[in-house]
């Protein structure tokens, strides 16, 4: 069968068109932007890459074409899979149809932590000798791809509550039907999606409804939006995990960053690990990941030994370089609650040392402005704050960040931005930078300004 898939160069799509390649079929795609490391990664894969959005591309006609869910009606390529006839899916759908149907799947859903409780979930069922497939938003550190389709029954999918496609506006996640699901976290996010919390709280009790009477849901104690799903009704066994006691299963710090925590039910320890992650939020993830994997037959020590071994994804408080005493860190945080989570494991983990933070306000969400009021408060825990504002972004960051007082500084172009950056920090500093883009290059330019000096 010959795949054509447009919009192909996204984390979720580029593993789409891996898993299609390893089923052994034709696969060929396109996208607005072309580039490394995903075109890399799928040419490496024997796949045909086209840049822009030519019907030309749909000649001669592919038996299916995927869509993804950044394309839109208007777009010429959609515009003549419509005008053809031609058979259309999502990548959803694609992956329920071919891959999924007859697995157990495993999904892990949440607003924040899904690709590192995901890559989490996956390598203690790969230490257990499972095998298992998977689809991450993110090349998890134990793995060298996204996704594959790895050994029957277990899959792992990273479960987005973003949209499905132009013509079906349901959640991915609503298509994997899983066995074991994993609840996280829920606040309000994707505000060009949906208008409020209810509906997206409304999304995630549709997850619930499709989780069998012999499955298992994984959900935050803690958290009061999914108490406030859950109350909707649920027909599936649930344990509530938390790092506060009170739920079935929680976890405790050992050392101060949570670089070293232990598990414990009813009052009761039952393991402990060591590993290279901080921060309470990543024991909380760890704690679910260990969770899912019981439901999937691994037992708990065996999950506490995997997290002993366990690397992030990139872009997880990667380290991009330490230049002149100064280190500089890469992190995807673009929620406020992420933010704040983010500065306080690493808080934990230099102690009185100066974190310079930048954040990039990149999302739809985050342009649209509905974060301004949260913004400064989730980055009070950074000694020096810089915030980047594009020229159309359409909100005034200055007056979101008046709150930081003279902690706080706005600037508008990258480059300036690295050399600013460059000139505050001093030897035993940590750049924590955030976005859930590119970022115009700014953590190269910050080490080569710091190298040079400037």
Not at 52 to 80: F, T, Y
Not at 138 to 143: A, H, I, T
Not at 287 to 313: C, K, Q, S, T
Request: aromatic share 8%.
């Amino acid at each position: 069968m010959r795949v054509h898939i447009l919009g192909i160069c996204g984390t979720f799509m580029g593993g789409i068109a891996a898993l299609a390649r390893e089923a052994g079929h034709e696969v060929t795609g396109s996208d607005a932007n072309v580039y490394p490391p995903m075109s890399t990664q799928l040419a490496a894969l024997g796949i045909e890459l086209t840049e822009g959005w030519d019907p030309k591309q749909l000649e001669p006609a592919p038996d299916v074409v995927i869509v993804g869910n950044a394309l839109s009606r208007g777009n010429a390529a959609v515009e003549a899979v419509l005008d053809r006839g031609l058979k259309y899916t999502s990548g959803p759908a694609w992956l329920a149809e071919h891959v999924t149907g007859d697995r157990w799947v495993l999904a892990v859903a949440g607003t924040h932590g899904k690709t590192t409780t995901s890559g989490m979930l996956t390598w203690i069922l790969e230490y257990a000798g499972l095998r298992p497939g998977f689809l991450i938003g993110g090349v998890p550190g134990n793995f060298t791809e996204s996704a594959r389709l790895g050994a029957a029954p277990f899959f792992v999918v990273e479960a987005d509550e973003y949209d499905t496609a132009f013509f079906d506006k349901r959640a991915k996640f609503v298509h994997y039907r899983p066995r074991t699901a994993i609840l996280n976290n829920l606040e309000f996010d994707h505000a060009d999606i949906y208008p409020d919390i209810a509906s997206i709280r409304r999304m995630f009790h549709q997850l619930v409804r499709t989780v069998p009477a012999n499955g298992r849901l994984i959900v935050n104690g803690a958290d009061a939006e999914l108490k406030a799903a859950l109350a909707m009704g649920a027909w599936t066994p649930i344990e509530r995990f938390s790092r506060t006691a009170g739920a079935d299963f929680s976890v405790r710090a050992l050392a101060p960053d949570w670089s070293s925590f232990e598990i414990a039910a009813g009052g009761r320890a039952l393991g402990r690990t060591e590993w290279g992650l901080i921060g309470a939020h990543n024991a909380e993830n760890a704690l679910a990941a260990i969770l899912a994997a019981r439901h999937a037959g691994v037992p708990l020590e065996v999950g506490l030994a995997a997290l002993g071994e366990f690397r992030n994804a990139r872009r997880r408080m990667e380290v991009r370089g330490t230049v002149r005493g100064v280190t500089v860190y890469d992190d995807f945080a673009h929620h406020p609650t992420a933010i704040a989570t983010t500065l306080d494991g690493l808080r934990q983990k230099v102690g009185s040392s100066r974190i310079l933070a930048v954040l990039e306000p990149r999302s739809a969400t985050m342009r649209m402005g509905v974060h301004r009021d949260t913004l400064a408060g989730s980055l009070a825990a950074a000694d020096r704050t810089f915030l980047f504002e594009p020229p159309d972004l359409g909100w005034d960051v200055k007056g979101a960040a008046r709150a930081l007082g003279s902690r706080g500084e706005v600037i508008g172009e990258i480059d300036a931005l690295a050399r600013a950056i460059a000139r505050e920090a001093k030897s035993g500093d940590h750049v924590l930078i955030m976005s859930n883009g590119g970022f115009g290059g700014l953590h190269g330019k910050v080490l080569k300004a710091l190298a040079d000096g400037s």
